[in-house]
């Protein structure tokens, strides 16, 4: 007889890009797929030094078990870094958390039964998706107008939809405003008001993911829809896209302790939390204690970060201008790490992605970002622009336009 398994798994997805990133392991491959930080923005000597320190001065404290919510000193630098006028957020408010895709799932433990409503962007973070999912919500597209921008009011997810619960129980709102994944997209200060005050006549509750938000190229981002709505948001932040996402270090933000609901959240994410992994690593904790403790300058090295993928955008932005069939669609995003491409009517970017890994590139089809049927899903790619070199952007995006206009030769 074979192992039974519980209905749950049902629910439980791979990623498509993890098998795609399979596909582009093969030698010559550009992939435009993964969304791999560049390893050259990972401080690697100095992450080497604060580890040897960790080693000689508190090596045993390191391997031993910690506490769940994480090491106060690190929630307390946690918490500052994030508080901005008018968000003074305290480092009781903050779990660290094993990576931002581990706050995802804690959040889907204890906000979702199954059935409840989940407001989700189209298209949206795949991963997110992924840890919801098991918790057997009903997914509800967000309904809105493009897929936001600079430009104004108009763009962006509907606020309305945060007010009409059209189900009873929790209803939960899922959105990276800043530079999301796989948009590049990020909405404006009036629409994130908007949100705001949707949230706050409303019995919705927020979960605010920001890992790409410190990753602007012209301007920051406007202030989290957290620092609008504190008490009906909970904010997720990431080391990953500023330091490495190796080290596994995120957080959560949880509401300020005299939003009601607070403190019952706070205590159920945290159980949550112990029974999930007991703990995250003490020692990457202690490794970026230490780095932040040795002088390291984590904002003069997130803007060398933002000066290198800020000059692969440009590269990449006039590579597709300059190679792409006609007929394509695409913003330039203002932060992040994706372009959001459209094809001409005719292609089928997931038709096509064998062909295109063969003559040597890859990307991501868009159709996996959506939960469901979109007119020109078929149509769009994510296309990532961190990962290669200038010159490697403009031959991956020449290799790519060689194939589309073969594709769309051989549809017509
Ligand atoms: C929108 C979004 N949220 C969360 C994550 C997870 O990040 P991490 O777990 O490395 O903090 C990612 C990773 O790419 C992402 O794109």
Redesign the pocket.
């Known amino acids: 007889m074979s192992i039974q398994l519980a209905a749950r798994t049902r629910h439980m997805t791979s990623s498509a890009i993890r098998d795609i990133l399979k596909l582009t392991e093969r030698p010559g491959v550009l992939s435009l797929a993964g969304?791999l930080p560049s390893p050259e923005g990972f401080p690697l000597a100095a992450l080497r030094q604060a580890s040897e320190r960790v080693w000689q001065t508190q090596g045993a404290q390191a391997m031993q078990y910690a506490n769940s919510e994480g090491l106060m000193p690190l929630r307390e630098w946690m918490a500052r870094r994030i508080s901005r006028p008018g968000w003074a957020v305290s480092a009781e408010q903050v779990l660290v958390?094993?990576?931002?895709?581990?706050?995802?799932d804690l959040l889907g433990k204890v906000l979702l039964d199954p059935g409840s409503r989940l407001l989700v962007e189209q298209p949206t973070?795949l991963?997110?998706l992924q840890a919801f999912s098991v918790y057997g919500p009903a997914l509800a597209p967000w309904p809105g107008d493009a897929h936001g921008s600079e430009q104004g009011l108009e763009q962006g997810p509907d606020p309305q939809a945060l007010l009409d619960a059209a189900q009873p129980g929790p209803q939960v709102a899922y959105l990276?405003p800043s530079y999301?994944?796989p948009t590049g997209a990020c909405l404006c200060e009036a629409r994130r008001r908007a949100l705001a005050q949707a949230l706050q006549a409303g019995h919705t509750t927020l979960i605010e993911?920001?890992?790409?938000g410190e990753l602007w190229y012209d301007a920051p981002p406007p202030d989290p829809i957290a620092v609008h709505a504190p008490h009906h948001t909970a904010y997720?932040?990431?080391?990953?896209?500023v330091l490495a996402?190796g080290l596994?270090?995120?957080f959560v933000v949880t509401p300020p302790d005299e939003a009601p609901g607070a403190q019952a959240l706070r205590t159920r994410l945290l159980q949550a939390k112990q029974a999930t992994d007991l703990h995250t690593p003490g020692f990457n904790q202690r490794l970026v204690l230490q780095l932040l403790q040795d002088g390291f300058d984590l904002d003069a090295h997130v803007s060398s970060v933002r000066q290198a993928y800020k000059a692969q955008r440009d590269a990449m932005a006039a590579a597709l201008q300059r190679h792409l069939p006609e007929g394509c669609v695409w913003q330039v995003p203002q932060g992040g790490?994706f372009f959001w491409v459209q094809g001409p009517p005719g292609f089928d970017a997931a038709a096509t992605l064998p062909a295109a890994v063969e003559s040597g590139v890859a990307y991501v089809p868009g159709a996996a970002f959506y939960t469901e049927g979109h007119a020109s899903k078929g149509r769009q790619m994510r296309l990532s622009f961190v990962t290669l070199s200038p010159d490697q952007l403009e031959e991956a995006v020449s290799r790519l336009a060689v194939h589309m206009k073969v594709a769309l030769v051989q549809a017509s």
């Open positions: 969304g958390t094993t990576g931002s895709q581990q706050g995802l973070y991963g997110a990276v999301q994944n993911d920001n890992p790409y997720l932040g990431s080391l990953s896209k996402p596994r270090l995120g790490m």
